[in-house]
């Protein structure tokens, strides 16, 4: 890659993130607000499964998302595979994803003993292609009184399970369309996503199920934790009662009516998560601020542009990306030079089809995610990058 090229990557970055020695990718942002409430918690002895802040962080999540039921687990990747057994998927089954993502996605669906099917991304905003989509379906799977079959594996295909990579919305109205045509139901892997919306709907509660993730590196944080939206009372409630040892109510018996999951988020993650949600307008206005200075940086350079939401969706700014030119070579060439100058860059993730533990699974063409796996680097993306104090909003931006 060209050195005038690099330096201007690295000198545009620096105006946008500050001066500080070492800037990472992506840090939390904790304060009294936390340790406060992770302290009650401890004094309150209901540190586990039984208590209010589980409830109470549930109830904040599926008011702001507009979920009309939300069930807070363990983390995102445990969301996901209970999503998709309330989404009627079982063993043997085969489900869609995207092949560029975070190797959670796949792997979901393995931990349920369904097999999945990677589909190519958009080269906008890299969410899985409606078009691809369907090319795919029509080209190995028939439609079948039982559903929709993959003519080459046997396997029924269940659901398709688009992510909305970096907090960007992907096209999710025309995904959902190809899966209703095939009788697909669609899951949101909307880990990256919260704060992220399309239109007045928010990402993972647009379909009839989605996933949140709120690992240490996401937009708020639990520590490790994730939650399932969920739009139906009757799978939510199984959703509920699988994530919690499928328990039958009762005031003393342990009575258990399936194989469930020991998956609810402690009621200590969740005292976290309550503090969290009520800066996560704070930290949102500090990445948009901060994604307008990466802009005004970056604007008119050549060979590198930055990656932006579609039209008529809001971004979360979650982690800002930047598309190169060039190839992968290079891209390895401006990464070294970037990190060299304590800017933690980082490449987007390898194709999950070229994961040893996914060579060989069905797959349609990907083009533009072998693409994009070559040419987008993540750059620093912290709230607290930008310090400017802002008025505490309870009202959301877009509304
Ligand atoms: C973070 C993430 C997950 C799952 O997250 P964990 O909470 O770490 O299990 C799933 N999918 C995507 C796209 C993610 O970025």
Redesign the pocket.
């Known amino acids: 890659m060209d050195q005038q090229l690099i330096d201007a990557v690295i000198e545009r970055t620096r105006t946008a993130v500050g001066a500080e020695a070492k800037v990472p990718l992506h840090t939390p942002d904790f304060g009294a607000l936390e340790r406060n409430m992770v302290a009650d918690c401890v004094e309150s002895s209901f540190v586990s499964y039984v208590g209010p802040y589980t409830t109470r962080f549930a109830d904040q999540l599926a008011s702001y998302t507009g979920a009309a039921h939300c069930i807070p687990v363990v983390?995102?990747?445990?969301?996901?595979s209970m999503a998709l057994i309330g989404a009627g998927v079982g063993a043997e089954d085969e489900v869609i994803c995207p092949a560029l993502?975070?190797v959670?996605?796949a792997n979901?669906v393995r931990h349920i003993g369904a097999w999945p099917h990677f589909i190519d991304v958009s080269d906008d905003v890299l969410g899985l292609d409606a078009r691809a989509l369907a090319q795919q379906l029509a080209t190995v799977c028939e439609k079948t009184p039982d559903g929709c079959r993959n003519r080459e594996t046997g396997r029924m295909v269940k659901a398709v399970l688009p992510?909305?990579?970096f907090g960007l919305p992907l096209d999710i109205d025309a995904v959902m369309a190809v899966a209703a045509d095939w009788g697909l139901v669609a899951v949101e892997?909307a880990?990256?996503a919260l704060g992220s919306w399309v239109g007045d709907r928010h990402c993972g509660a647009i379909a009839p199920l989605g996933?949140l993730?709120?690992?240490g590196?996401?937009i708020i944080t639990t520590g490790?934790?994730?939650a399932v939206l969920c739009q139906d009372d009757a799978i939510a409630a199984r959703v509920r009662h699988l994530s919690t040892t499928a328990k039958v109510p009762h005031r003393y018996l342990y009575e258990h009516d399936e194989v469930g999951f020991n998956a609810r988020l402690p009621a200590l993650n969740a005292a976290l998560g309550v503090a969290q949600m009520q800066r996560l307008d704070d930290f949102l206005a500090r990445k948009r601020t901060l994604t307008a200075r990466y802009q005004a940086a970056f604007a008119g350079l050549d060979g590198a542009d930055l990656m932006a939401p579609r039209a008529g969706t809001q971004a979360n700014n979650w982690l800002v990306a930047l598309r190169i030119k060039g190839n992968r070579a290079e891209r390895d060439q401006l990464l070294e030079a970037l990190n060299e100058a304590g800017i933690g860059a980082r490449p987007v993730w390898g194709l999950l089809p070229d994961q040893p533990m996914y060579r060989g699974a069905p797959a349609g063409p990907l083009d533009a995610a072998r693409k994009a796996e070559a040419q987008v680097i993540n750059l620093p993306s912290s709230a607290h990058l930008v310090k400017t104090l802002y008025l505490l909003c309870t009202n959301h931006n877009h509304r």
């Open positions: 983390n995102g990747t445990v969301a996901i993502s975070f959670a996605t979901a992510m909305h990579c892997d880990a990256e996933t993730s709120f690992n590196n996401k490790g934790g994730g």
